[in-house]
């Protein structure tokens, strides 16, 4: 058994408890039952001497009284004798020795142990009992002294001294049961510890290995311990902490593997940008432009890849900003009409290029919208630029706007090619692509549709989308109004 384990710990920490009770135990008890077993003599002892007192008083044949102190000194082991009121020992018997017709004296060992101070006692009418050591019988004797007066009324003093062996002896004999009884005690004690010890240990082994593999990095391990004591909380708590610890370990890696995808795609974004801007300055470089108008046309392209990147730069910044919850926009009261007037200037021309009836509709009492109107107004261009770059020629791009329980629906919906349904959960995901073999020429980034669903989640809103292949899209925003009036 190892010394420094808590199984060990427990058994030595319990056995030590009981030693220590049952040790004060069983001396409480030990000295308890000794003084009870002295008074209960000394309380016999009194009995006796009212007795000697009451046959003292009735006897007048002072021969016949000896041989009754005799008989009664025989019968109780002691030493019985019967004082004069000058302290003269007029009878005694008992112990085989008798000081008759002798002064009591405190320096004749066979009347200790009482001493000058317990002799006025008696002679003042109390009665005295007093233990201690006797030389002569060579153990401690219990001593008795009763005051009574005779026949004749005169004082006289019975002085019993019973030697305490016996007395003793039955004490040693409760002792060395209390002993027995105790050492059997521990010994059942120290077993029944080390069992219990046991089963109070195996729950922490248990939860000791779950925390060791933790630790080696398996959270999938947990501790099985059906109580509802403090190792049962403790046990919950260490499952809590691998189940969170799981979570968060996966959200970690999948953290890790969302930036690693992020880098790969901004890299690949800036990659065609600079490839196409590296061309068209190389050929400008080796004198391969003959023209003015080629030269102006090669720089415009090279001014839009610019832009281009500074586009996905800004969006990116703008992205990340908001994926920390940063939503550093104020927000007011705003009229949605107006709004929606500044992206109709923007995009119309786009449409009228493309041959798109694009077409809105205004609630006539639509209420003030708590917002930043240039953050929404750059929700409504991403959202019916890309209808309008996605639907073919002669289609439709319809935005309807109507409020509803403290709420304003947006509606932006096309005829336009429309979205697949395995890719509609991914459209949020920043530079997802549903056609892998689709570029950047139609001058996205990849990073609207994410930047869009986080302004709107920042206004406090929701938006989803319904798509069908060769039929079109229709984008729902739901945003929360301001309660101060209506316009």
Not at 56 to 75: F, G, S, T, W, Y
Not at 264 to 293: R, S
């Amino acid at each position: 058994m190892k010394i420094n384990n808590i199984v060990t710990k427990l058994w030595v920490i319990m056995t030590i408890l009981v030693l220590v009770v049952i040790g004060i135990a069983g001396a409480a008890q030990t000295s308890f039952m000794e003084g009870l077993y002295y008074e209960q003599q000394a309380e016999q002892l009194k009995v006796l001497g009212n007795k000697v007192a009451d046959i003292a008083r009735a006897e007048h044949d002072p021969v016949v009284l000896d041989q009754k102190l005799a008989l009664i000194a025989e019968l109780y082991d002691a030493n019985v004798m019967i004082l004069n009121e000058k302290g003269i020992v007029i009878h005694c018997q008992g112990m085989g020795i008798s000081t008759k017709d002798m002064p009591m004296d405190m320096n004749n060992p066979h009347h200790s142990p009482m001493d000058l101070e317990d002799i006025k006692k008696l002679y003042q009418g109390q009665v005295v009992v007093h233990r201690g050591n006797n030389p002569y019988f060579n153990t401690d004797v219990l001593s008795v002294g009763i005051p009574f007066k005779d026949t004749h009324n005169i004082d006289r003093v019975i002085m019993i001294h019973a030697p305490l062996k016996p007395l003793a002896d039955e004490l040693k004999h409760l002792q060395m049961l209390a002993i027995y009884t105790a050492v059997g005690g521990i010994v059942l004690a120290a077993l029944l510890s080390l069992i219990f010890s046991r089963v109070i240990s195996k729950p922490l082994v248990k939860m000791n290995k779950a925390a060791l593999a933790m630790a080696s990095g398996n959270y999938q391990q947990r501790v099985d311990i059906q109580t509802n004591d403090e190792i049962g909380l403790l046990a919950n708590s260490l499952n809590t902490l691998a189940s969170r610890l799981q979570e968060k370990i996966s959200q970690l890696e999948k953290q890790e593997q969302i930036r690693r995808e992020f880098v790969t795609n901004v890299a690949h974004e800036i990659k065609t940008p600079l490839a196409v801007m590296q061309g068209f300055t190389e050929t400008m470089i080796d004198g391969l432009v003959k023209t003015e108008q080629e030269r102006d046309e090669y720089l415009n392209n090279i001014l839009e890849e610019i832009n281009r990147l500074k586009r996905l730069v800004n969006e990116v910044l703008d992205l990340k900003r908001m994926e920390e919850g940063h939503f550093d926009f104020d927000q007011e009261p705003c009229d949605l009409r107006e709004i929606i007037d500044r992206v109709r200037r923007k995009l119309t021309q786009l449409a009228v290029e493309k041959d798109i009836h694009f077409e809105i509709g205004v609630e006539k009492n639509l209420p003030l919208v708590t917002c930043n109107s240039d953050r929404i107004e750059q929700v409504l261009i991403n959202l019916i630029d890309n209808a309008i770059r996605h639907t073919h020629t002669g289609g439709r791009v319809i935005l309807r706007v109507s409020s509803k329980a403290n709420q304003v629906h947006l509606r932006i919906s096309d005829t336009g090619e429309g979205i697949a349904p395995e890719d509609l959960p991914m459209i949020w995901e920043r530079f997802y692509k549903g056609d892998k073999s689709r570029t950047r020429a139609r001058g996205g980034t990849g990073l609207g549709l994410a930047i869009v669903k986080r302004i709107v989640e920042g206004h406090g809103g929701q938006i989803n989308v319904d798509s069908k292949l060769n039929v079109g899209t229709t984008f729902n925003i739901v945003l929360p109004v301001n309660n101060c009036s209506t316009k």
